[in-house]
């Protein structure tokens, strides 16, 4: 399949110089009828005015310069040559950090990934500069942002012709031994196709799903909480009454504030008692319940990787629950970037009842999905 760049790039380009040039005449008239502090505010736009032409005439240009990538069986291809897959060691998706926030779900949106490129040693990628990350050497090769195919069809290409070598997890883990012959190999860690209901899980001995809760007790929070709502309420009637019947008058002032505060906590201890934390891992896959949220079921078949291990870029020894999506699919859950892969911390395992068995159960149902981590 190819993708080019031309018409995203083109559209982007217009629509900023566009803009650009009428907030630039925007910028001069305001200049000319101002004065003092008000012409100052109307070169400041100008200067922006001027970025923003500067910045479309760039993308212009870019879009002038011949640009493809073909990835088929034979490998991927640029204008000025191409790479065999038995010259490429992986490829992957590569996400920077988020940049802005969704105001709606309070969730961080990441930019669109690169293209990321490993090659074998000794290959060469011609027309593009190499790079090291993470102590291998990589090829920068598009930013699906400007590719006119969009990114779900080049992850539809990698996904069948790259196999393995896509990367949807941090290079440097192994595949567990897993019960069952695996079904790719290869120095990625790709998309697996083993998921359950396939016959790879029909000779895995059939076991039943288990839950994990959590540790704290939110049903007792819920009765505290409530006994001081009602004992606030209690104790503030007698106020609109005139009788104090208990304590001294300073203390009597309080019952309102212990009201509001028992109610409140109540409310908040009936959500979290109504959605406790809770993890079950099955042969179809796993679903998680945060405190307070709903539970987000997760299949197999959308899970690249699953590993107990240190949360990314934590100081804590912790253990928790990390999954590696499938490229192309996301989880209304909080997550992170690790060698540039979305990476979920699902539940850190102190938290739960029975934590030294989650590491055994996950094991045993994610299979050859199972990440030991380095």
Known sequence: MEFTRSRRLRASGRRR???????????????VLANGQGRESAYFLMALAALGVL?????????????????????????????????????????????????????????????????????ELPGVRASVTGGRRVYDVADTAELDQGLGQLIEALTRWA?????????????????????????????LTDAAGSPRAAEVPAAAARTFTGRRNTGGRLLLALALAVAGTAATVPLFTGHLPWGPEPLAALAPLGAMLGWGLSVLSFRNWARPLRLRIGPDGLAVQNTGVPEVAIGWDQVVAVAVARKPGATEKHLWLLLWPVPGHSFDLPHEFADGHPTYPLVELRRLRDSDEVERTARYFAGSRYAETA
Do not use: N
Request: glycine share 18%.
């Open 17 to 31: 110089t566009g803009w650009g040039l009428a907030a630039l005449a925007g910028g001069i008239v305001w200049a």
């Open 55 to 123: 910045t479309g005439i760039r993308e212009l240009r870019r879009a002038a310069q011949p640009f493809s990538l073909r990835v088929d069986e034979q490998g991927i291809t640029l204008v000025d040559g191409g790479l065999g897959w038995g010259q490429i060691e992986g490829v992957s998706l590569y996400y920077r950090a988020a940049v802005h926030t969704d105001s709606d779900e309070g969730t961080s949106a990441p930019p669109l990934p690169h293209l990321h490129v490993f090659p074998a040693e000794g290959a």
């Open 163 to 191: 196999g393995p070598r896509f990367e949807g997890a941090p290079h440097g883990m192994r595949r567990a031994v897993a019960p069952g012959p695996v079904t790719l190999t290869g120095p990625g860690f790709g998309p």
